[in-house]
């Protein structure tokens, strides 16, 4: 079954840092561009990082940029969000979509159908 499963997510101290993953199983994430987005209780979804599909680049929302460290693990066939100095407005849910589209930005709206594949999200929680 073709899926992507996020972990990673829980609770965190304000000034540490988290990674998060985003595992693919039955596709090879290298064919797609993955995204992570979040989501927090009634705002608007951010796109956060993208890692292209077809050369291995990297963009980031400049609003969170300088904090994220997106990578790609080939081997493993994961995708990971790491974030350092969290602050409790890093609280969301956070999901990984894998497809062609690269969205960053701090609010981003898609057509459904937009990304082939989405993981079930993990929850966030910044504590100050």
């Known amino acids: 079954q073709e899926r992507l499963v996020e972990s990673g997510g829980g609770l965190g101290q304000a000034g540490g840092s988290l990674k998060l993953s985003c595992l693919a199983s039955?596709?090879?994430?290298?064919?797609?561009?993955i995204n992570w987005f979040r989501q927090a209780p009634g705002k608007q979804r951010e796109g956060l990082a993208c890692f292209s599909g077809s050369d291995g680049a990297t963009e980031y929302a400049e609003h969170v940029k300088g904090r994220l460290t997106i990578s790609r693990d080939n081997v493993k066939n994961t995708v990971y969000l790491e974030i350092v100095s969290v602050k409790p407005d890093d609280s969301a849910n956070y999901s990984c979509a894998a497809g062609e589209l690269c969205l960053v930005g701090q609010a981003v709206i898609f057509t459904p159908g937009a990304y082939d594949y989405w993981g079930q999200g993990a929850q966030v929680t910044v504590s100050s």
């Open positions: 039955g596709f090879t994430l290298d064919h797609y561009t």
